[in-house]
């Protein structure tokens, strides 16, 4: 497998505060990875060392098979910034063309790639307008454009569907799935799970700083049983933690994580042996935002 991103121990600490303590993971070739952590986190100061637009303190990475922070290591790699400033007096066209210029492209394929892309966020209509006549939702979008303008094989997103309506959004979202589809590889940070859920493969949880835990979307989470029972006792609680993990109680259900749901039917045998009334078992997928929620955990505040 060819990673695209590689990072072990990036470390960065502004003085004494500590933005992003230990950040180790993989990202493999035409992968859409998904970022998550609550705000204050250290998501944004990770995507920017993985760019190499802030050094680390520690640590080392390599992003489409270079050194982090070097010239190459960004040569291909496209960036939308979750706060994004541009020269507001340009038209949407001329901004594509200065990026574009900048990254190098030449002027014949320049005009058909901005001519491309216009056309693929739906503002071609808005082309030659000045961008200060833009709304923040025709801004994000023809940011996403620039970041892609030169064709690169990685994009990180920062944000990318925050300041969109409902039709913005699934337009993105297509967007970045047709980049899997040509193999582009996209490192997705977003705070709307459902966008997260409905386009990554994978995804990593962030707090204070730290990877705690990575999952596949793409393989489905490990799946929750909900039991309705006649009465929900300690030694029945205690039973089932050998099935899974029991995630809430009342006195007479049981929420609990099973790791297939081929496991039910073992589950149910063993509370019918064990002399329990059984008025309901109903398995149900979680969530991103459920799983989010657990891995993050109760100690996590809003930020």
């Given at each position: 497998m060819a990673w695209v991103i590689e990072a072990e121990g990036l470390r960065k600490a502004f003085g004494d505060k500590v933005a992003v303590a230990d950040l180790s993971l993989r990202v493999a070739e035409g992968e859409i990875f998904g970022f998550l952590g609550p705000n204050g986190a250290g998501k944004t100061t990770a995507m920017k060392m993985l760019l190499g637009l802030v050094r680390p303190t520690a640590g080392r990475g390599?992003?489409?098979?270079?050194?982090?922070?070097?010239?190459?290591?960004?040569?291909?790699?496209?960036?939308?910034?979750?706060?994004?400033r541009f020269h507001d007096w340009m038209t949407g066209r001329e901004l594509l063309d200065f990026h574009g210029r900048l990254h190098g492209v030449?002027?014949?394929?320049?005009?058909?790639?901005?001519?491309?892309?216009?056309?693929?966020?739906?503002?071609?209509?808005a082309a030659d307008r000045p961008l200060r006549t833009y709304s923040k939702g025709m801004q994000q979008r023809l940011g996403l454009a620039q970041a892609l303008i030169h064709r690169p094989r990685l994009v990180f997103l920062d944000e990318p569907t925050?300041?969109?309506?409902?039709?913005?959004?699934?337009?993105?979202?297509?967007?970045?799935?047709?980049l899997r589809g040509?193999?582009?590889t996209a490192f997705f940070n977003s705070h709307i799970l459902g966008d997260v859920?409905?386009?990554?493969?994978?995804?990593?949880?962030?707090?204070?700083?730290?990877?705690?835990?990575?999952?596949?979307?793409?393989?489905g989470f490990a799946p929750e049983l909900h039991l309705t029972l006649g009465a929900v006792s300690a030694e029945l609680v205690n039973g089932l933690a050998s099935f899974g993990k029991t995630l809430r109680t009342t006195e007479r259900e049981v929420w609990m994580r099973v790791a297939a749901e081929a496991d039910v039917p073992e589950v149910v045998r063993w509370l019918v042996g064990q002399g329990a009334a059984i008025y309901g078992a109903r398995v149900q997928r979680p969530s991103l935002e459920t799983l989010f929620l657990e891995t993050m955990g109760p100690d996590e505040r809003a930020g």
């Open positions: 390599r992003v489409l098979g270079h050194p982090v922070g070097s010239r190459e290591s960004r040569r291909w790699a496209g960036f939308l910034p979750e706060h994004f030449g002027a014949a394929a320049r005009g058909e790639r901005i001519a491309d892309l216009l056309a693929q966020v739906d503002l071609t209509d925050s300041g969109l309506d409902p039709i913005g959004r699934i337009l993105v979202r297509d967007i970045i799935l047709r040509e193999g582009i859920e409905a386009v990554c493969d994978r995804v990593a949880f962030l707090k204070r700083g730290q990877i705690i835990h990575e999952t596949s979307l793409r393989e």
